[in-house]
């Protein structure tokens, strides 16, 4: 099978504007996007720069748009693909680096932001915590997160908004939040109770949509704000009385 | 010029373990050639050991009973002294991850649950389903942003600095910008991971080229047991994405074509969890005896496990069948082969980590601090990486706070940048020669032919050869895209030196040592030969050219006696 890639192509030192660049690829066996990628830069030009690691789809690191999807390189089948021409973009909605390569400064940015650690309360007990596995099974939807950016990226509120958080270090959030171990105090939600927070996104879903990992980072979204009404309402209530 | 207390060379679980260990006082900074979540640690799949007894089958379990089988297990090639005390410390490190929030699967009652692995008398490899690695990973990346780590990303370390026996700093290429900057450390701790990419069957990243081995080799740091590579019994036909232990764990068996689990033959009672090395022979012979699919791979099959406990205890597992084989284990059995998966061998350490080299340490994978010894039992490696990535941290702080500093360091430093940045230019003018990817696919083919899981004599010596041939082509390398900047291509010239070295140790080491214990099966010497062979295989580059020499292994408690399972 013969494959035309039309590439992105752009460093910000040299290029003064981005540009598509076709190569032609040739194979006979299954390969994955990532490898025919890699055959492309080690056969036909070598300045092409794009990011990979694990091969496995668990690293996070090969997060592109393919023919318009948002997908791992690394997990996508060229067969499947189902399209003799292939064109690759990098993640939108970030710095371009050089070619595939973007700057995802912001997306670190956002998730330190939110305190991703566990406030594990009292001192350490000898044993562990003890918990029941269904009560650990409420955050495994969101453990899955490989930090791949897709989520950050396709978000509208995020291209029009620098101050949203975006979905994934949000669903990183209540990943702690819903974690029976964690004893943040609940003031410490009000950095998210924000037009910058919770309250920016625009519960479209993109988000859930592009996820490679099925993580639906905005269900996350969707119980913190369930989480912050409640407990306003809560509040009210005691001081009503 | 930057300048550091400590610099930690890698982010990945041992690296991230070493930083967060490391005196709060002292200026710490971690290195790492990619962002720390996309090191090789966050694959792991199956456990972590520690004797914590919570299986109804392990409450005999101990911390020496642990000891035991790891030593065992070694092939008695383990440093008796240091396997206890990773052992010792494993219940203890397993509490703190928990208390830092790794969300380990649990046992009814709400204790860590814990699976049986190979080579192990009791459950006891505690879990997050089949993600491990990644919560594992996770979790110190997320105490390293709580405690404020710096992180200088997607720097590739190309030289270690050693002048009078004492380590400067490190020389590196910045992706991004392409500059070549000379970084200054009073201490410089290695966690580097291996080099699975040596051969070319392997279930380790594509970025797993073992560089940080290569550059301390060069430096003048010994290396201790490097013949001693592990070949994991499961790995997913043709793409070689690891399928954990936990699936035989959790009772998957191994079949061949004629419907029989095999290991009958092999391992009658431990069967499917014999250690590694025991699996992967017999699942090697099986397919060279004609008894494979293809004559090239067996079946692991899962179906009777059942659909609820795959989908809950081995979700990753599916995920990647799904994915990459277009199969649901629930209803197929995984078409599996061996493939290298671990280095027991490394930069050689002692207990605290450190090395030959002063204000030098390493830690994880990259080092051998004499615990795995012949053969690595499933789940010891991740338990290594956060004791022994811990136990470097305090003993680099430790060192610096006790040193003195090195005056006018700096002038030496740019020099030995230089000198890598000359190669670098030597590289970038040639417009022909020879291509890094070419030499690295014969290599890897060398390695995999010649050094696997059966050796000889006659193929050793071929692949030495064969390895001196391509140190000569390397010699003729050239840079076809002129871009320094996220030149993949640049990494792989640089780090190729290193592989190149490596490939030559592992086979130097196999070739000398005439006898067969735990993963190293020479087919000239079938027997174990604990008279002359119970000693650390030692190599150290003197002027270019690899020195071999011997050291004992420490025997305490435990006298060698023959492996039955
Ligand atoms: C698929 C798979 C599954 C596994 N599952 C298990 C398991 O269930 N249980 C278990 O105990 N063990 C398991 N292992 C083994 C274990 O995961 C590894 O041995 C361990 O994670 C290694 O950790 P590390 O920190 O030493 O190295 P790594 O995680 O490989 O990290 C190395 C780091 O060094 C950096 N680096 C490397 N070279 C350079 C350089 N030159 N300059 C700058 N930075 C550099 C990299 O960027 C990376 O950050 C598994 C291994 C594989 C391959
Ligand atoms: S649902 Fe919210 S977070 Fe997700 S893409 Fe839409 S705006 Fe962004
Ligand atoms: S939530 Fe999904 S899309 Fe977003 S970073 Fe995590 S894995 Fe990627
Ligand atoms: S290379 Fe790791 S996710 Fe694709």
């Known amino acids: 099978m013969e494959y035309l890639f039309k590439i992105f192509r752009y460093d910000p030192l040299k290029d003064e504007h981005p540009y598509f660049e076709d190569y032609s690829f040739e194979t006979k066996e299954k390969k994955s996007l990532l490898e025919a990628l890699m055959e492309i830069r080690n056969e036909q030009d070598s300045t092409l720069a794009f990011r990979y690691s694990c091969r496995e789809a668990i690293c996070g690191s090969c997060a592109m748009v393919i023919n318009g999807n948002f997908d791992m390189a690394c997990r996508t089948e060229l067969q499947k693909l189902g399209s003799s021409q292939i064109v690759i973009e990098p993640l939108p909605n970030l710095e371009i680096q050089k070619d595939l390569v973007v700057d995802m400064e912001p997306f670190w940015q956002a998730l330190s932001q939110i305190k991703p650690y566990i406030f594990p309360g009292e001192k350490m007990q000898e044993q562990g915590h003890r918990i029941e596995e269904k009560e650990m099974e409420k955050i495994f939807q969101y453990i899955n997160c490989i930090m791949c950016g897709c989520c950050y990226s396709v978000c509208p509120v995020v291209s029009r908004d620098e101050r949203y958080l975006g979905a994934a270090a949000l669903a990183k959030l209540y990943r702690f939040v819903k974690d029976p171990r964690d004893k943040r105090p609940f003031s410490s939600l009000s950095g998210v109770n924000t037009e910058g927070g919770v309250w920016g996104c625009d519960t479209v879903f993109r988000c859930n949509e592009v996820c490679p990992k099925e993580v639906r980072p905005a269900d996350g979204i969707e119980a913190l704000r369930r989480k912050l009404v409640v407990e306003k309402i809560k509040r009210i209530f005691r001081f009503g009385r | ?565």
């Open chain 2, 1 to 565: 010029m930057i300048s550091q207390d400590i610099l930690v060379v890698g982010g990945g679980l041992a690296g991230l373990a070493a930083a967060l260990s490391c005196d709060p006082n002292l200026k710490v900074a971690v290195v790492s050639k990619v962002h720390p979540l996309r090191s090789h640690s966050v694959a792991a799949q199956g456990g972590i050991n520690a004797a914590l007894g919570n299986s109804p089958d392990g409450r005999d379990d101990s911390w020496e009973r642990h000891a035991f089988d790891t030593i065992k297990g070694s092939d008695y090639l383990a440093d008796q002294d240091i396997a206890e005390l990773m052992c010792q410390k494993a219940v203890s490190a397993i509490y703190e991850l928990e208390y830092l929030g790794v969300p380990f699967s649990r046992f009814p009652g709400g204790v860590i649950a814990q699976r049986p692995f190979g080579g192990a008398g009791f459950p006891r490899t505690c879990y997050a389903a089949d993600r491990t690695g990644l919560v594992i990973l996770h979790t110190l990346f997320e105490q390293s942003i709580r405690k404020q780590v710096k992180f200088f990303n997607e720097w590739l370390v190309t030289k270690l600095i050693v002048k009078d026996g004492k380590c400067l700093g490190v020389v590196v290429y910045d992706l991004a910008t392409g500059q070549i900057v000379p970084v200054r450390a009073r201490a410089v701790i290695f966690t580097t991971g291996g080099y699975g990419r040596v051969y070319s069957r392997t279930t380790n990243a594509y970025i797993n080229h073992g560089s940080g081995i290569g550059i301390a080799y060069k430096a003048g740091v010994p290396l201790r047991d490097m013949e001693f590579v592990q070949f994991h019994p499961t790995s997913l036909f043709g793409k070689n994405i690891l399928i954990t232990e936990g699936a035989r764990g959790e009772g998957g068996y191994l079949v061949n074509n004629k419907g029989k689990r095999f290991l009958e033959d092999y391992a009658p009672s431990a069967m499917e969890l014999a250690p590694r090395d025991i699996v992967a022979r017999s699942i090697q012979t099986e397919i060279d005896k004609g008894n494979g699919f293809d004559n090239q791979y067996i079946h692991l099959d899962l179906r009777h496990i059942g659909e609820e406990k795959i989908k809950k205890r081995l979700p990753g597992i599916r995920e990647i069948c799904i994915n990459f084989a277009a199969i649901d284990p629930v209803d197929t059995p995984i078409p599996i082969q061996p493939a290298q998966h671990y280095s027991m061998g490394g930069i050689d350490v002692n207990a605290k980590c450190a090395s030959l080299v002063e204000g030098f340490f390493a830690a994880g994978e990259c080092a051998c601090v004499g615990v795995h010894g012949a053969n690595r039992l499933g789940g010891n490696s991740l338990l290594d990486t956060v004791v022994f990535g811990k136990i470097s941290g305090e003993e680099a702080s430790i060192y610096v706070k006790g040193s003195e500093e090195t005056n006018n360091s700096e002038k030496f430093l740019l020099e030995e940048a230089l000198e890598v940045k000359a190669r670098i230019e030597e590289w970038e003018k040639r417009s022909s020669g020879v291509r890094v990817h070419r030499l690295l696919e014969e290599l890897k083919v060398v390695m995999s032919e010649n050094v696997g899981i059966f050796r000889k004599k006659k193929d050793l010596t071929e692949a030495l050869e064969k390895i001196s041939e391509l140190k000569e082509d390397y010699k003729r390398v050239y840079l076809y895209g002129k871009c320094l900047r996220y030149s993949q291509e640049l990494v792989n010239i640089l780090e190729f030196d290193s592989m190149l070295d490596l490939a030559e140790v592992i086979t130097l080491g196999a070739l000398k040592r005439e006898e067969t214990r735990g993963s190293h099966y020479r087919l000239d010497f079938k027997e174990r030969n604990d008279e002359n062979w119970l000693k650390h295989t030692l190599v150290t580059c003197k002027e270019g050219k690899p020195q071999i020499s011997y050291s004992g292994v420490n025997i305490s408690k435990y006298k060698p006696e023959e492996r039955k399972y």
